[in-house]
């Protein structure tokens, strides 16, 4: 009986030691640096149009911030970064015709930087990588 | 025939600086004076003596300073009017410089081109200051009624036994009307008070305020934009174009066929621009032969055949290999590299009936305008150039295409013509650095190179080796063969041409041979040049001694014999443009990446002359080395140019340039150039440091195409 | 339309999708601010847009109504604000061509952060390219200019 009864307890103890250290899924961790990676390549290539807090110049660089245009469409942001976009196009009920070059980022890179911009200002979206990436292609 | 050929420039000497006398307009203090822009050219209106092609004396005793060479950012403006006025002896606060126009009667060599602005220049500025520091004395000496001998200067005066003074100013008059003396007492090096200073860029505060005019900013009254669209590929000819659309634009006046181009003339540059995007073009076939895959294949098989063009050829290499301990092979590759100065080509004509005027940025003035003459069939003194600040020059404008262009536009139209290229129109135009590919060979015998054979071959290149340069006196057997592979491509000098490749290859093929004869890299470079220095075989084309010198210089200030657990070096020396240098690349490595800590950069260069602009051209040509080596190429498909423009032709950005440590061995020697000599050892040192930390050679440019990642 | 520049108002009549670097240079003759790529990646059009740095290559003319725009002209109006004083002081230029939109972009990061480190000053100087290399002289004159604010 008494053996039972500390098996219980040891068991029990062992239960709500393993809930205590039980910790909320971390981010996956390439993810999180991927993130950070892409906050540099923003700040050096993007951030001078679209601005460091992402909102962009009234009527001609659309925001990113929380922007209907990117977060409806990620592969359409991949290609528009590798591509440009010329021509009108509507974010957040408001227009924008604008002239952007696209960019010779590394597919890592094209992933990171991404990552970076649907993760941020309140954007929230699952993470990309280079495999993705590689099949945006370049016009 | 001699003697009157002296009194004849003796006299026209004299003439101009009689004309030279008040002949120049209003009178104000130029210190204080309003730049006047007229026509595109700033004209500063003086009362003054020009006592000589360069200088000019104020009776305020300030100075106008000519700089007689294109300024390209080597910032020469800067440091010949310093060899001027160090000999004239004047206060440099009391100097101002201005742009000389080409002018042969004034002015000898006025290119900007092989890094030899300082170095051809050295004894005639020297010489200039010198003997219209002579003719102030001698003019004192006549007012104060004494003998020359008794008289020194010092900062803008002459002075008496007594101490009494006269400013250059107050003599400039009658220093106009001495005798030039036949001979003149330069100053001793140990005795310059501004050569050897840092001493601020001239047109720094032009520059940072946003004043300082470039060619593309030239506006006149009257003038017309032009624009040429020129083959997608090398080898296409034009064969129609339609521009009804771009002549409904509004501004575009004139579209019109010209050399193979088609030339757009609008009222704005945006017009011009404009036009030709609405021009359509058809072109014959593009060929194949213009294909970079084509043409990488045609040079390896060229620098692998035998019995070729030898330049050099001594001893008996294929002996020498036969008999050494150890043979070594390896072959090196390079594409075509467009040059990228940040300002486009462009350039000003203003064709009439009584005269030809060009104005822009262009590094040989003196050609284009014999070139100007024969192509429109005129006369030499009909035609001006004046010389504008120039955005870069690198070699690319060595070439005037884009002059003779714009003359031929104006000549058609009749009216003052700008002519712009926008970044795709001269990222696509050609004139680039050759596409070039080197096989070496050397044996070993006793850990010396006892047989060394290179055999390069380029793209449209007389000559892709450099004989006489190291390690030639230092080897038995030796041979170098070049052979050259025509094409459509047309050749540019890069900075430091055929150097920028080949002292990659030849530095890091060194440090293979060294690692092989178990020797340090340095020790084993010194120890070869020791070999030039004891025991030459043939003549021996360069100082070993200075190379020796940078190399012991490069190895004390990177703590060389120090090593550093995670810290990774690589050391390259090379001799070019008359100066030698030696490099070593520290790397660290994160993430199996390098990260460049820094560069340490010896040079001997003779006497420096600007020191703040010596670190500036050494740095700069350094890190422009490196981020081409990582990042540059220009592949032609079927003879099109792969990249227009920066969205995909990657350029090395602020955050990845290195810190660059240089420093200059003492030196009395006369100067030697820096624009171009640090440039081609800097791949090779950042090679050999990636060897080092990774045990993996490079072998072809661009290095990131290889997997490198700068941190 | 109407522009104000540096300070002062310009009343232009030109076709509203013509890139603010063009109606600078062509039009008004302001040409500090220079042309180097036309497509936002060279970084020598820079100019502020209301104190933020920002490419005028692409930018149309018609969003620049209501918006003060300064050029490297009207940075300062002695030529003394403290990046340029730095610029001048550390012998930063080379050929020039690029300095200008360098110039721009260094005191519009400073106006928005007057503390840098070296790794925020390589970043937000990272859009502006110099082909003569003078990117290290650059960053120790921003940081010497934000010591001086």
Known sequence: ?139 | MHAKDKNQSRRAFLKTSVVGTGGLMLSFNWLSAQTDTWEGKEVRALENVRLSGHIIINADNSVVIYSQNPEIGQNVKTSMPMIIAEELDVDWNQVSVEQADLDTEKFKRQVAGGSQSIRKSWPVLRKAGATVRALLISAAAEQWGVSAIELRTETGYVIGKSGEKLSYGSLAEAAAKQKIPKKVSLKKAKDFSLIGKSVMNVASREIVTGTAKFGIDTQREGMVYARLLHAPGFGQKLVSFDAKQALQIKGVTEVFEIDNKVAIIADSTWTAIKGGEAIKTIWSKPLTSEDSKVQRKTLLDMVNAKGQNAKVNMGNVEQGFKKADQVLERTYEAPFLPHNCMEPMNFFADVTDEKVELYGPIQTPENQRRAVAKLLKRSEDEISLGISRIGGGFGRRLNGDFVLEAALISNKIRKPVQLIYTREDDMTAGVYRPAVTYKFKAGLTDGKISAYDLSGAGINMRNTVRPGTWPQASVPNFKLESQSLESHVTFGYWRAPTSNFLAFAEQTFVDELAEIAKKDPIQFRLESLKQAIDAPFGKVRYEPLRMIGVLKLVAEKSNWETKKKGLYRGVSAYYSHNTYVAEVVEITIVGGQPKIERVVVATDCGIVVNASGAHNQAMGAVVDGIGHAMYGEMPLENGVPQHRNFDTYKALRNSEAPKVETHFVKSQKAPSGLGEPTLPPAAAAFANAMYAATRKRLYSQPFSEQGVVLQ | ?149
């Open chain 1, 1 to 139: 009986m008494k053996l039972a009864f500390t098996g219980i307890i040891s068991f029990g103890l062992v239960m709500i030691l393993v809930l205590l250290s039980w910790s909320p899924i971390e981010p996956n961790q390439e993810g999180s640096k991927s993130v950070q990676r892409g906050k540099k390549i923003y700040a050096s290539n993007c951030a001078v149009c679209h601005m460091a807090n992402g909102m962009g110049i009234a009527k001609v660089f659309p925001p990113l911030a929380q922007s209907d245009y990117l977060m409806e469409d990620i592969s359409r942001a991949g290609e528009t970064i590798r591509n440009g976009l010329k021509g009108k196009i509507s974010v957040n009920e408001a227009s924008y015709t604008g002239m952007m070059s696209g960019f010779s980022f590394s597919d890592q890179e094209l992933a990171d930087v991404v990552n970076y911009i649907t993760n941020s200002w309140g954007n929230k979206a699952e993470e990309v990588d280079a495999t993705w990436a590689s099949k945006i292609k370049k016009n």
């Open chain 3, 1 to 149: 339309m109407d522009l104000q520049v540096n300070g002062k108002k310009y009343t232009i009549d030109i076709d509203p999708q013509t890139p603010i670097l063009w109606v600078l240079r062509d039009h008004l003759k302001l040409v500090g601010t220079k042309y180097g790529c036309g497509i936002g990646q060279c970084g020598a059009c820079t100019i502020h847009f209301n104190g933020t740095a920002v490419r005028s290559c692409s930018i149309p003319v018609a969003a620049a109504a209501n918006v003060a725009i300064t050029t490297i002209e009207g940075l300062s109006e002695k030529g003394d604000h403290p990046v340029q004083k730095a610029w001048v002081d550390l012998d930063v230029p080379q050929c020039g061509y690029c300095q200008a939109g360098q110039i721009m972009t260094a005191s519009a990061l400073l106006s928005q952060n007057n503390k840098p480190t070296e790794e925020e000053i390589k970043l937000g100087m990272s859009g502006n390219i110099c082909r003569c290399s003078t990117y290290t002289k650059i960053n120790k004159a921003v940081k010497q200019a934000s010591e001086n604010l």
